[in-house]
């Protein structure tokens, strides 16, 4: 069963970056390849929001809210998705959540808080 761990949350100031790792295991030889992978995030009092998404052919597909200022990567030999983050908004304060898709299974990573003050 595959499992996602975050990490690299904390604290930055604003116009700053933050880098998150998600990390696979349990993955079956290879099918990492074969992921969807995606960063969702949920504010305080709000609903979880959808950031960004990268497809198993490198296509990579952004919230209008974080074009431009955050990327979204993967790295299919370590079973490795990133979130490089930078120009951080106070709005950007969240629980951010690693996901996967893999035929019809969904699986949610833990969560990693994220916050943007000064």
């Known amino acids: 069963q595959v499992q996602l761990v975050e990490s690299g949350g904390g604290w930055a100031q604003p116009g700053g970056p933050l880098r998150l790792s998600c990390e696979a295991s349990?993955?079956?030889?290879?099918?990492?390849?074969?992921?969807?992978l995606a960063w969702y995030r949920q504010a305080p009092g709000k609903q979880r929001e959808w950031v960004a998404r990268?497809?198993?052919?490198?296509?990579?597909y952004y919230a209008d809210s974080v074009k431009g200022r955050f990327t979204i990567s993967r790295d299919n030999f370590k079973n490795l998705s990133f979130l490089q983050m930078n120009s951080l908004r106070p709005d950007d304060t969240a629980v951010y959540y690693c996901?996967?898709?893999?035929?019809?299974?969904?699986?949610w990573g833990q969560g990693t808080q994220v916050t943007v003050s000064s």
């Open positions: 996901w996967k898709k893999s035929g019809s299974i969904v699986t």
């Open positions: 349990g993955v079956s030889g290879g099918t990492f390849t074969l992921f969807d």
């Open positions: 990268i497809d198993n052919n490198y296509n990579m």
